[in-house]
């Protein structure tokens, strides 16, 4: 059979939808200046979609310090990947940075989020070894987890309980040689939920396994410091291996990881992503240290965004809507809603209420349920939550006369 005719007949379950939702809820159009209200699609909205928690793509002192660094630098550099041509001192520094913040003793800078966990699990792991992780993680760590030739084992989402299980039979099992690497998150992107890391690290004391902790969306939040969900938990030193990213609160794109540092001196020259790969523009990685310092020293922008994080779920929930068991900043919505009837509501949200958000569909949750993902930022201010909470109200109301969606259940 032809490959094209292949692929055009069997379209993956999110491509079989694509031309019902296809500029609704997936591939949307965000212009204008970064901020609470964007156009969507030619309309002024209010948006609750940008990774932006710390307010920090529109500060002033980053704005000034990435133009000033594109002027002086181009694009161009640095030419080739780091371990080639690529090394610089504003590399080394941002490392050390982010070594300092984390709580350990080295860091290394990764291009990309997605691609640098994949390749750190890769690196990581032997076909002897054995990796358990949890069933909600991220889908950079589920691919990387593909690559893994040895065993791996899914826990229960945030059950410690069936992660002990694993980790009885991982040990009764595993040769000699054989090493353990438990993954999972400090933060859970989609649902919010806030990961068991203090009760995971406890089982540090019957059994031998690493920990590798995505905390994509707990670094610069989480934490009397912002130091991420182990500082928030008490735990950060029985983090072996802490992951994060600017590409959340940092409003930029980059990624990290921190470790002992003989470990990340070994992961230098074994990531595979960053080993053959150009390294980031140099505008980035100096834009990425004025962020840090800025996470660091400004706990204000941490405290505005808590501040919306909080008086937006409380406004939602007090009008009946269901935000699951979110404990973090982000704030999903749950629906009971098929498909259509989604459109129909996400319309109405967007065009006649003017309040744009993400939405996700089967088969990422389960079939004829919507969830919204609502990123709250310090940007944002009261009275955007108030009328937030005004707009869902009025959009579900209308989809239930024009769709015959459920009443919400109080």
């Not at 909600?136 to 229960?156: E, M, P, T």
Request: overall charge negative; charged content about 25%.
């Amino acid at each position: 059979m032809d490959l094209f005719a292949k692929l055009t007949a069997n379209a993956s379950p999110l491509g079989a939808i694509a031309g019902l939702v296809h500029g609704t809820f997936m591939f949307p159009k965000l212009e204008g200046d970064i901020g609470p209200r964007m156009l969507v699609d030619g309309r002024e909205c209010l948006v609750w979609s940008l990774n932006n928690y710390l307010g920090l793509a529109n500060h002033p002192e980053v704005r000034r310090t990435d133009a000033e660094a594109a002027a002086r630098y181009g694009l161009a550099a640095p030419m080739g990947s780091r371990m080639m041509s690529g090394e610089t001192h504003h590399h080394e520094a941002l490392e050390a940075e982010l070594a300092d913040y984390a709580a350990k003793d080295d860091a290394i800078f990764l291009n990309y989020g997605y691609q640098g966990m994949l390749s750190i699990v890769d690196a990581l792991l032997t076909r002897r070894d054995w990796v358990i992780y949890d069933g909600q993680v991220h889908a950079c760590i589920i691919d990387g987890v593909r690559l893994h030739h040895g065993r791996h084992l899914a826990f229960n989402h945030n059950d410690v309980d069936h992660l002990e299980a694993m980790l009885e039979k991982a040990d009764a099992q595993r040769s000699e040689r054989g090493a353990i690497l438990v993954i999972t998150e400090g933060v859970f992107g989609m649902s919010g939920e806030v990961g068991p890391l203090d009760r995971i690290v406890a089982l540090k004391e019957r059994y031998d396994f690493r920990l590798l902790v995505d905390d994509a969306h707990g670094f610069g939040i989480m934490g009397p410091n912002g130091g991420g969900t182990g500082e928030h938990l008490g735990v950060q030193d029985g983090v072996d291996l802490y992951f994060g990213t600017f590409a959340k609160a940092g409003a930029s794109i980059g990624a990290f990881v921190a470790s002992e540092r003989d470990v990340v001196s070994y992961l230098r020259y074994a990531l595979r992503s960053q080993i053959f790969a150009k390294g980031l523009p140099l505008p980035i990685v100096v834009g990425n240290r004025k962020r840090l310092e800025l996470m660091r020293t400004q706990p204000e922008l941490r405290e505005g965004m808590w501040r919306i994080a909080e008086a937006l779920q409380v406004e939602l929930r007090d009008r009946g809507f269901d935000l699951g068991r979110t404990s973090g900043a982000i704030t999903p919505v749950f629906l009971n809603m098929t498909v259509e009837q989604a459109v129909t509501f996400l319309t109405a949200l967007r065009d006649r209420h003017g309040v744009f958000c993400s939405a996700v569909v089967y088969p990422v949750v389960p079939r004829d349920v919507l969830m919204l993902r609502l990123i709250p930022t310090c940007a944002h201010t009261l009275d955007d939550v108030r009328a937030t909470g005004e707009a869902f109200s009025a959009a579900y109301e209308e989809a239930r006369e024009a769709a015959g969606v459920p009443a919400l259940q109080s």
